[in-house]
T-cell receptor
Framework: DTAVSQTPKYLVTQMGNDKSIKCEQN?????MYWYKQDSKKFLKIMFS???????INETVPNRFSPKSPDKAHLNLHINSLELGDSAVYFC???????????FGPGTRLLVL | DQQVKQNSPSLSVQEGRISILNCDYT??????FLWYKKYPAEGPTFLIS?????DKNEDGRFTVFLNKSAKHLSLHIVPSQPGDSAVYFC??????????????FGKGTKLSVKP
């Protein structure tokens, strides 16, 4: 049973395209996150949703739009992809006030 | 501006010996610290954490030490096993209010445990 799953695992696309990455968690958690790990290996938070509401929105271009249809899902839509968007994107979840977050396997995005 | 620093990109240790991974932070407001372990092509997995009101937390072979005055924490693995070979990330957070959940990660230290 995968606790936090992401699809797709790999994504290769052209500059200018629009793409989505999906995340689902079956842990019953009420908070979900998106992180970006860039080429320098820094893992940085992008967004956080609690009960389908945005609670953290770091400095991220507005080409990135998270969407949470329900507590178990947090999808990431990216418009007009740029070369610099190439990275590994991780979804995570946690329950309530717990700071312990559980991560998905990552989506490796390559923009050509 | 790195608030959480792991200055050693890699560490190599013999099986059975102790592994010590270090982490420094600059924000004195951080009050909760975590260590994550990451295998290639997988997401980070939670290993152990420590609140700023403690100076030590132990879980089996893993012990985290916190020195608040030095803004330094370390992860000790004893004894080290080949399966411990992975990248270890240190993370810190402010465990209250709107900052909750905003984990600040270090760059990671790649641990290699040789048989």
């Amino acid at each position: 049973d995968t606790a936090v799953s992401q699809t797709p695992k790999y994504l290769v696309t052209q500059m200018g395209n629009d793409k989505s990455i999906k995340c689902e968690q079956n842990l019953g958690h009420d908070t979900m996150y998106w992180y970006k790990q860039d080429s320098k290996k820094f893992l940085k938070i992008m967004f956080s949703y609690n009960n389908k509401e945005l609670i953290i929105n770091e400095t991220v271009p507005n080409r990135f739009s998270p969407k949470s249809p329900d507590k178990a899902h947090l999808n990431l839509h990216i418009n007009s992809l740029e070369l610099g968007d190439s990275a590994v994107y991780f979804c995570a979840s946690s329950q309530g006030l717990s700071v312990t977050q559980y991560f998905g396997p990552g989506t490796r995005l390559l923009v050509l | 501006d790195q608030q959480v620093k792991q200055n050693s990109p890699s560490l190599s240790v013999q099986e059975g010996r102790i592994s010590i991974l270090n982490c420094d932070y600059t924000n004195s407001m951080f009050d909760y610290f975590l260590w994550y372990k990451k295998y290639p092509a997988e997401g980070p997995t939670f290993l152990i954490s420590i609140s700023s009101i403690k100076d030590k937390n132990e879980d089996g072979r893993f012990t985290v030490f916190l020195n608040k005055s030095a803004k330094h924490l370390s992860l000790h693995i004893v004894p080290s096993q080949p399966g411990d070979s992975a990248v270890y990330f240190c993370a810190a957070t402010l465990n209250y209010g709107g900052s909750q959940g905003n984990l600040i990660f270090g760059k990671g230290t790649k641990l290699s445990v040789k048989p």
